[in-house]
T-cell receptor
Framework: DGGITQSPKYLFRKEGQNVTLSCEQNLNHDAMYWYRQDPGQGLRLIYYSQIVNDFQKGDIAEGYSVSREKKESFPLTVTSAQKNPTAFYLC????????????FGPGTRLTVL | DAKTTQPPSMDCAEGRAANLPCNHSTISGNEYVYWYRQIHSQGPQYIIHGLKNNETNEMASLIITEDRKSSTLILPHATLRDTAVYYCIVRVSTGGGNKLTFGTGTQLKVEL
């Protein structure tokens, strides 16, 4: 099946620990994105990558880091510097960055205890 | 950035058409209108998008007014599975980029 996978679906971490969220796509898309969603709110862009080995900060990048070493993978690390990490994290991809429709993965719900 | 305004909630009877409005009065000429929906605790699902002309696919129809200041998403025969939050988004071009700005959307509740 073609699509975007995120794992795990639920993740629990202790305060002060870094945690990495996985995002994989087999759609051969160049561009990938990470969004954060808080309860009752819309999505906010954390980081995006137009192409492999490239990425840029979105609107709320502080406390997060990413890498894009492979076209199909765009992991997001939530660092201990992120003040309010508990949220629903969504990964998306699109054929290209300039014009194409974004498709979303199922999301990872992170809870920091 | 062009912003959108949507009603926070709507109800629809199963089997009837659901018409979801969206205002985007500051939209630029080269900006598309996109619609996504999100069922609780799932990732957003792409529905449809358009620029000027009305569009239809297997999921829905999109009607854009001639002045492009508003649009309506139509689900022709709503079912219980269509209960979700529906987001109307204007795709922002930032240096040729593809940033989607999600608001809080419309919670559509389809009832028997």
């Amino acid at each position: 099946d073609g699509g975007i996978t995120q794992s795990p679906k639920y993740l629990f971490r202790k305060e002060g620990q870094n945690v990495t969220l996985s995002c994989e796509q087999n759609l051969n898309h160049d561009a990938m994105y990470w969004y954060r969603q808080d309860p009752g709110q819309g999505l906010r862009l954390i980081y995006y990558s137009q192409i492999v080995n490239d990425f840029q900060k979105g609107d709320i990048a502080e406390g997060y880091s990413v890498s894009r070493e492979k076209k199909e993978s765009f992991p997001l690390t939530v660092t201990s510097a992120q003040k309010n990490p508990t949220a629903f994290y969504l990964c998306a991809s699109s054929m290209n960055f300039a014009t194409d429709t974004q498709y979303f993965g199922p999301g990872t719900r992170l809870t920091v205890l | 950035d062009a912003k959108t305004t949507q009603p926070p909630s709507m109800d629809c009877a199963e089997g009837r058409a659901a018409n979801l409005p969206c205002n985007h009065s500051t939209i630029s000429g080269n900006e598309y209108v996109y619609w996504y929906r999100q069922i609780h605790s799932q990732g957003p699902q792409y529905i449809i998008h358009g620029l000027k002309n009305n569009e239809t696919n297997e999921m829905a129809s999109l009607i854009i007014t001639e002045d492009r200041k508003s649009s309506t998403l139509i689900l022709p025969h709503a079912t219980l599975r269509d209960t979700a939050v529906y987001y109307c988004i204007v795709r922002v071009s930032t240096g040729g980029g593809n940033k989607l700005t999600f608001g809080t959307g419309t919670q559509l509740k389809v009832e028997l």
